[in-house]
């Protein structure tokens, strides 16, 4: 049987599609599996300044392309995956989730906490800018374009003395970079970071079960507790948020951070249940969150984003 595979143009889509090929040739080594890379406005335009709710919009592009039959299913980073997918999709299988954390890349090899004042430092992510700031508050963080590679290279300490990413990222492209990790702590990751989707169509079960057989049954109940989370406060998500949900035997601990974009408030909450009813835990450090006040974060989330975008 062979299959084709969807996948963005990028580097970073690129590599994480032949490693899932890789996994899935292990367990099905009769099947053939041939990646069609299709380009995205993403891969083309250069990426958007600091925003909030852009999410998914270039992932959206290769769906189209399983849900039209064009490829048998997709591979994607699942933190850019938005909470509804088309009807005729379904998250197929989640395999083992590499690193959540952060990293700081910085030119001469300082980290965050003893970088030179007034550093300038890159990210177009508002949660990251945000906790960057709150324990930086004297460097500057800028908006920073492009993709993962040339991010990289822009940390020159011409016009970026740092930058941070998702260590996910870097591991799977393999560049050799040194960096500093970001704790868990301060640096509360999105919602799914460092796990990988794969979309295929509803109605085609023995795809699915062919892809499932790579499926980690944690990495799975974590994200699905994390995007519980995220879909319960979305509707008014004008705020950096943060979660990370951890199994421990049969419990599972989700922690959730929220800021405003100022970044002068924050909110913090963490509950454990258990982790075979990932969705209750996500809608009840929600419904916690909500019962703080989130929804006061994201006053005048506008401007303050316009803010941002000035510096
Ligand atoms: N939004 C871009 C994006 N999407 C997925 C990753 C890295 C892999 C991951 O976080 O799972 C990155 C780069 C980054 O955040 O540094």
């Given at each position: 049987?062979?299959?084709?595979?969807g996948?963005?143009?990028?580097?970073?889509?690129?590599?994480q599609?032949?490693?899932v090929?890789?996994?899935?040739?292990?367990?099905?080594?009769?099947?053939?599996?041939?990646?069609?890379?299709?380009?995205?406005?993403?891969?083309?335009?250069?990426?958007?300044?600091?925003?909030?709710?852009?999410k998914g919009?270039?992932e959206k592009?290769v769906d189209?392309?399983v849900a039209?039959?064009?490829?048998d299913f997709a591979v994607h980073s699942l933190k850019d995956v938005p909470s509804k997918l088309d009807e005729s999709l379904i998250i197929a299988s989640i395999p083992?989730r590499?690193?959540?954390?952060?990293?700081?890349?910085?030119?001469?090899?300082?980290?965050?906490?003893?970088?030179?004042?007034?550093?300038?430092?890159?990210?177009?992510?508002?949660?990251?800018?945000?906790?960057?700031?709150?324990?930086?508050?004297?460097?500057?963080?800028?908006?920073?374009?492009?993709?993962?590679?040339?991010?990289?290279?822009?940390?020159?300490?011409?016009?970026?003395?740092?930058?941070?990413?998702?260590?996910?990222?870097?591991?799977?492209?393999?560049?050799?970079?040194?960096?500093?990790?970001?704790?868990?702590?301060?640096?509360?990751?999105?919602p799914g970071?460092?796990a990988i989707a794969i979309v295929a169509r509803v109605d085609d079960s023995?795809t699915i079960s062919m892809l499932k057989?790579i499926e980690d049954a944690?990495s799975r109940l974590e994200i699905e507790a994390e995007r519980a989370?995220s879909d319960?406060?979305?509707?008014?998500?004008?705020?950096?948020?943060?979660?990370?949900?951890?199994?421990?035997?049969?419990?599972?601990?989700?922690?959730?951070?929220?800021?405003?974009?100022?970044?002068?408030?924050?909110?913090?909450?963490?509950?454990?249940?258990?982790?075979?009813?990932p969705t209750?835990?996500?809608?009840?450090?929600?419904?916690?969150?909500?019962?703080?006040?989130?929804?006061?974060?994201?006053?005048?989330?506008?401007?303050?984003?316009?803010?941002?975008?000035?510096?």
């Open positions: 049987m062979k299959y084709v595979v996948a963005r143009g990028s580097q970073l889509s690129i590599a599609t032949n490693w090929i890789s996994e899935l040739k292990k367990v099905n080594p009769d099947c053939e599996y041939e990646i069609k890379s299709i380009t995205t406005k993403g891969d083309t335009d250069s990426r958007p300044l600091f925003t909030i709710n852009q919009i270039f592009e189209r392309a039209q039959k064009e490829v083992k590499e690193s959540v954390n952060d990293v700081f890349i910085s030119s001469d090899g300082s980290s965050l906490e003893n970088i030179k004042q007034g550093a300038v430092i890159g990210t177009s992510s508002l949660r990251r800018a945000v906790q960057v700031s709150r324990i930086r508050p004297d460097v500057t963080v800028k908006p920073i374009r492009g993709n993962i590679e040339t991010r990289i290279r822009k940390v020159s300490g011409e016009n970026f003395d740092a930058i941070v990413l998702a260590q996910a990222g870097i591991s799977r492209l393999e560049v050799d970079v040194k960096f500093t990790p970001l704790s868990i702590d301060n640096f509360s990751p999105s970071q460092g023995n057989k944690d989370l319960y406060v979305d509707s008014g998500c004008r705020f950096p948020l943060g979660a990370y949900a951890k199994s421990n035997g049969s419990e599972m601990t989700l922690t959730v951070s929220a800021f405003s974009v100022d970044g002068k408030q924050s909110l913090q909450v963490s509950k454990t249940g258990s982790k075979n009813d209750s835990l996500g809608k009840n450090a929600g419904e916690e969150l909500q019962e703080k006040g989130v929804n006061d974060l994201a006053l005048n989330w506008r401007e303050k984003v316009e803010e941002w975008n000035k510096t």
